[in-house]
């Protein structure tokens, strides 16, 4: 069954849209590395820790800035709140809180790496839910990035490999970050006939309550504390603030502003530009060097990116 009309992205009303696209590519590039800053080392916040306190205060902070600007709530449909719930618990419970439970044991590259594959995944779901069989095109390019993740998971799964990934964890961090990339997908996909009816900021806001809560439920339910038992220090603080205000607040209302005014398929290019920042930021500061079969997977995924996103381009 096709979108509904309302779905479809909205006709570009300025160069505005661009600066939008413009944060994603840049901030999200940028997030896997401050995410292994606050998880990683010595003393490290866990990573549920992490995603209760960056999500809950994010989901606050948008409803905030939402009622200073609107000074009302919005006019919802239960169905509206259901799918703002059921996105935000599919993109920041599963899809971003799977990836940063990976950071554990995988270098920040790596993940970025393997998340390089949502245009891809999100192709394929759109496919599903038209009930339409990807084209020839968009098929080759569904295969050539399967290729690329496969050079990229080979190494610690099948040789053992420990550059990317703790020796042990191969397997477990593949699974865990193909089914972050599924479940990021799913829930950008299924939002998409929301942006047509409520303003972006509320859509983000509602997300992340909702994911913010269930985040606190996992937590009580594990016993995992909601403070790190050691005081995080000054760098983890500011990695932390950047993830909440940039990473979170400000690049999630520029990416439902992203979806509202393009395709689906344009609007997940940011994985185009992200690796490229993920892996130069962890390679100079945190001495995270790809391997050259990684980076052959990494161009693989890029080329398969590249065959689906120019067959959409006329409807961007």
């Given at each position: 069954?096709?979108?509904?009309?309302?779905?479809?992205?909205?006709?570009?009303?300025?160069?505005?849209?661009?600066?939008?696209?413009?944060?994603?590519?840049?901030?999200?590039?940028?997030?896997?590395?401050?995410?292994?800053?606050v998880?990683?080392?010595?003393?490290?916040?866990?990573?549920?820790?992490?995603?209760?306190?960056?999500?809950?205060?994010?989901?606050?902070?948008?409803?905030?800035?939402?009622?200073?600007?609107?000074?009302?709530?919005?006019?919802?449909?239960?169905?509206?709140?259901?799918?703002?719930?059921?996105s935000?618990?599919?993109?920041?419970?599963?899809?971003?809180?799977?990836?940063?439970?990976?950071?554990?044991?995988?270098?920040?590259?790596?993940?970025?790496?393997?998340?390089?594959m949502?245009?891809?995944?999100?192709?394929?779901?759109?496919?599903?839910?038209?009930?339409?069989?990807?084209?020839?095109?968009?098929?080759?390019?569904?295969?050539?990035?399967?290729?690329?993740?496969?050079?990229?998971?080979?190494?610690?799964?099948l040789?053992?490999?420990?550059?990317?990934?703790?020796?042990?964890?191969?397997?477990?961090?593949?699974l865990?970050?193909?089914?972050a990339?599924?479940?990021?997908?799913?829930?950008?996909?299924?939002?998409?006939?929301?942006?047509?009816?409520?303003?972006?900021?509320?859509?983000?806001?509602?997300?992340m309550?909702?994911?913010?809560?269930?985040?606190?439920?996992?937590?009580?339910?594990?016993?995992?504390?909601?403070?790190?038992?050691?005081?995080?220090?000054?760098?983890?603080?500011?990695?932390?603030?950047?993830?909440?205000?940039?990473?979170?607040?400000?690049?999630?209302?520029?990416?439902?502003?992203?979806?509202?005014?393009?395709?689906?398929?344009?609007?997940?290019?940011?994985?185009?530009?992200?690796?490229?920042?993920?892996?130069?930021?962890?390679?100079?500061?945190?001495?995270?060097?790809?391997?050259?079969?990684?980076?052959?997977?990494?161009?693989?995924?890029?080329?398969?990116?590249?065959?689906?996103l120019?067959?959409?381009?006329?409807?961007?």
């Open positions: 069954m096709p979108l509904p009309a309302s779905a479809r992205p909205a006709a570009p009303a300025s160069w505005q849209r661009y600066g939008h696209l413009a944060v994603v590519y840049v901030v999200w590039g940028a997030a896997y590395f401050a995410v292994k800053i998880v990683g080392g010595d003393s490290p916040v866990a990573p549920l820790q992490l995603q209760v306190w960056r999500i809950a205060l994010s989901g606050v902070l948008l409803v905030a800035l939402a009622l200073a600007a609107t000074r009302r709530l919005p006019v919802m449909r239960p169905r509206d709140l259901l799918v703002c719930a059921a935000g618990i599919l993109m920041w419970v599963c899809g971003n809180g799977l990836a940063v439970a990976a950071s554990r044991h995988a270098t920040s590259a790596f993940i970025v790496m393997a998340m390089g949502i245009p891809l995944w999100t192709m394929l779901l759109v496919s599903l839910v038209r009930r339409q069989l990807p084209t020839g095109r968009v098929a080759l390019g569904l295969g050539v990035g399967l290729a690329g993740l496969l050079l990229i998971f080979g190494p610690p799964v040789a053992g490999d420990t550059s990317a990934v703790e020796p042990g964890y191969g397997l477990s961090t593949a865990i970050l193909t089914g990339g599924l479940t990021w997908s799913l829930g950008t996909v299924i939002q998409q006939p929301v942006l047509a009816t409520l303003p972006p900021i509320w859509s983000a806001g509602f997300q309550l909702a994911a913010g809560a269930v985040l606190a439920g996992l937590a009580a339910g594990t016993g995992t504390p909601f403070v790190p038992a050691d005081p995080p220090g000054l760098v983890r603080i500011l990695a932390f603030l950047f993830l909440l205000l940039f990473g979170s607040v400000l690049c999630l209302i520029s990416y439902l502003e992203v979806l509202k005014r393009f395709t689906p398929a344009v609007g997940a290019t940011f994985a185009y530009v992200n690796p490229v920042i993920g892996i130069a930021l962890g390679w100079i500061f945190l001495g995270e060097a790809p391997t050259t079969v990684a980076l052959g997977g990494m161009g693989l995924i890029l080329a398969g990116v590249y065959l689906v120019t067959r959409g381009r006329d409807a961007a």
